[in-house]
């Protein structure tokens, strides 16, 4: 994909359906005692991936569109598949349907393309493992043998790195146990979406926090658990909403609307994080869908490298960079517009996504003329780049390429994004969607 620098975004535009909601409403729904309409689900690579594993396993589903139908069966209704389950890219399907096949009667081999099949899977083969599923890896990599047990034991379980796919995963193991299987965050809540489904589907959950740890939140599932089917509509997905907010908040004299977007707490850091660098950003029509808070987001953009403080100097780091995990390597564009850049630190689980992101993104914002200096746990952004537009390499990512799609629109000169059609892995259409609210 060729890129030329663009004056303003102007327009309105509409989201995708949020990928993790879309996981988790077709999971949850496959679990549940009947039949489900999901709307607006996401179109995304990750998301059929896991459509089409339910469909191995058993479970009729039918598509049109953004439209799916799910027949439920209760907890164990599936069967075991003639094949290995490919989840593709997504480490989401395959670490969420862990969890559920922890507690089927059968073996599944669970594989992916080779950049799921080089992240790490030891987070959630030592707690499924603690509760009775047994499970083989390449070292702790995909693929991965799970053989299920019919009497999963609940256990109580601290998460060791921050991330919704593991606590997800137990959640859904924890379902099909007897008692009450217990997961806490010792440093804040990560994304809340399979809390919320299962509340949508009447699943038996409590939450609870610690008056010691203030930062820490628990939540709790009770098994065996029987659920009801739901109707379920889908918000937009705000993480692809991110890139266009971005890109408005930078360019002068932007103004765009998004329609229907996610906004549910844990995912909006980003709006937060530029506002305080001065961007206008305005909320409204604020609901909720299906027990997600949604609504319209309008941007109208400034310019950054003159409108920031100059001397407020952007450290993104602990509970904030888990909050924004999503977000960093865009915000790394972003910084290399602030007059004193910008610090992300205890960002070390990016090295571990769909490719390693500190390095992509570091290698990409050199090759536009910015400085930055790499650490282990992230990456500090020399500002106000004049970025020159280069040659820029996706690794396979589909926010790398959304990230640098954004800075190409800021350069000077052309840019080439090579591999762009990793874009599909959340949000096939988003070159057409920007391209529609670009102005030259
Ligand atoms: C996701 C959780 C996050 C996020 C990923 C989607 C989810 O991963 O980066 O894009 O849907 O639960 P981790 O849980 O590994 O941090």
Partial sequence: MRIKPARRLRG???LPGDKSISHRAALIAALANGTSHISNFSTSQDCAATL?????????????????RVEGKGMRPFRAPASPLNCGNSGTTMRLLAGILAAQDF????????SLNRRPMKRIIEPLERMGARILSLDGHPPLQITGSKTLKPIRYELPVSSAQVKSCMLLAGLQAKGRTEIIERNGVTRDHTE?????FNAPIEFGSDSNKPEARSSAVIGPASLTARDVRVPGDFSAAAFFIAAAALLENSEIEIEG????PTRTQFLDTLR???????ISSEREESNEPVGVIRVNGSNLRENAEKDLSLTISGQLSTALIDELPLLAVV???LPSG????DARELRFKETDRIAATAKNLKAMGAAVEEFDDGLRVVGAAHLKGATLETFGDHRIAMAFSVAALLAEGESEITGSECVSVSFPNFFEALESLVER
């Fill in 12 to 14: 309105r535009c509409h």
């Fill in 261 to 264: 977007a996610g906004l549910n």
């Fill in 107 to 114: 073996a599944t081999i669970l594989t992916g393309d080779d």
């Fill in 52 to 68: 089409s594993c339910l469909t191995a396993l058993g479970v009729s589903i039918e598509r049109q569109g953004n439209r799916i």
């Fill in 276 to 282: 305080a660098l001065g961007t206008e950003i305005d």
């Fill in 335 to 337: 910084g290399s517009q």
């Fill in 342 to 345: 910008l610090m992300i630190r």
């Fill in 196 to 200: 919320r489904m299962l509340q949508w």
